[in-house]
């Protein structure tokens, strides 16, 4: 399963480890994530909601975890 999640801070770096270490994940990504991150995780650059959802159908990422909440309240 790829796997995006969305965020940089210590919260997003947590799910990442701990997503990662089931045997259902092929590929991890995290926009933007973080140096700590980037050690488990391939860090990319999604600047918006466009860019997000056109990284996600190129990349055919199956789910999407999104940390921070104001991501969620804009409505993403």
Known sequence: MKILIL???GREHALAWKIKQ???VTQLFCAPG???IAQ???CVSLPNIDAVIAFC???AIEFVVVGP???LVDGW
Do not use: D, V, W
Request: aromatic share 0%; charged share 20%.
């Open 7 to 9: 965020g940089s801070g």
């Open 22 to 24: 089931s045997p259902l």
């Open 57 to 59: 159908r190129k990349e």
């Open 40 to 42: 488990i995780a391939t």
């Open 34 to 36: 973080n140096a700590g």
């Open 69 to 71: 909440e104001q991501p």
